[in-house]
């Protein structure tokens, strides 16, 4: 719905995993590897990044893949982390909260 929030995520990213070694790639769809490209090309290229699309990748979300390792923030990766947080959650007791 809000194709600039590709932008937040490719940058925290960057700031997150520094130290990916090699020539990182950065997986996504087509559409927001156009937009990462015209607004965080000087970033991606200072960092060592490259770009690649990949159309199983739902918009919004991404993968990197470098030599040391890589990271998934798809949508469906993301989205299973906040709900096992939420069910984590609610499976503490609540007078062991206070």
Do not use: Y
């Not at 960057?14 to 559409?31: F, K, W, Y």
């Amino acid at each position: 719905a809000e194709p600039q929030h590709i932008l937040t995520l490719v940058r925290e990213l960057l700031r997150m995993e520094p130290a990916l070694s090699g020539t990182p790639r950065l997986l996504m769809h087509v559409d927001d590897a156009a937009l990462v490209q015209e607004h965080l090309a000087d970033d991606l290229h200072a960092a060592g990044w490259r770009i690649r699309t990949d159309l199983s990748i739902q918009r919004g979300g991404c993968r990197v893949h470098a030599a040391s390792g890589a990271l998934d923030a798809t949508l469906e990766t993301r989205w299973d982390r906040v709900t096992a947080a939420f069910r984590r959650d609610a499976q503490v007791p609540k007078d062991a909260a206070a």
